[in-house]
């Protein structure tokens, strides 16, 4: 046999090489796959919120202005609400206007859809306010024709992250 007829085989340099190289972008496929993973989750989490939120304001504006008080979104209403409003504090109604935060994690069960620990139970609130922008002055009387109204939802990942999402309405004082 001569010489350049022999099959060559590979040298010990190159399957190490190429051992080191297959190692490598395994590792770089597991971190993505992981990585990919966690912003799935996070991403679930946050469609889940606004799912809750996007139905809460849809049931406020479907009860109407004149339902915007503890009875008429609480149990004895249309169960919008976990029960009577928290009182509000002068940093949250700087201007004297009425405005009422209410909560919505019972009503909910939001801890069925955020899964976690007990310390780190996930909490719905709604606020309302008279939208200021549209006070209107009648006789010495201040009036408000429009409510503004904001739904939160507040949750922590599996990693311990605080998460929020909210959106906000006006609820017109009568039909447009």
Not at 39 to 49: E, K, R, T
Not at 78 to 94: Q, Y
Not at 105 to 128: E, K, R, V
Request: glycine letters at 10%.
């Amino acid at each position: 046999m001569s010489r350049n007829n022999r099959l060559r085989g590979f040298s010990l340099t190159e399957v190490l090489l190429s051992m080191v190289l297959l190692v490598a972008m395994g590792i770089m496929v597991a971190i993505t796959l992981s990585a990919s993973a966690h912003s799935n989750h996070q991403a679930g989490g946050f469609l889940v919120a606004r799912t809750l939120v996007a139905n809460k304001l849809s049931k406020i504006q479907a009860v109407g202005y004149t339902a915007l008080n503890g009875p008429g979104l609480g149990q004895s209403g249309a169960g919008i609400v976990d029960g009577t409003p928290k009182t509000p504090t002068s940093l949250e109604n700087a201007q004297g206007a009425v405005s009422a935060t209410f909560e919505f994690t019972q009503s909910n069960q939001l801890s069925q859809y955020f899964p976690g620990t007990s310390a780190s139970a996930p909490c719905g609130s709604i606020y309302m306010a008279p939208y200021l922008p549209s006070k209107r002055t009648v006789g010495g009387n201040d009036t408000y024709p429009l409510v503004r109204v904001t739904a939160e939802v507040r949750w922590k990942d599996s990693a311990g992250l605080a998460h929020s999402y909210s959106e906000t309405t006006l609820i017109p004082r009568s039909p447009l």
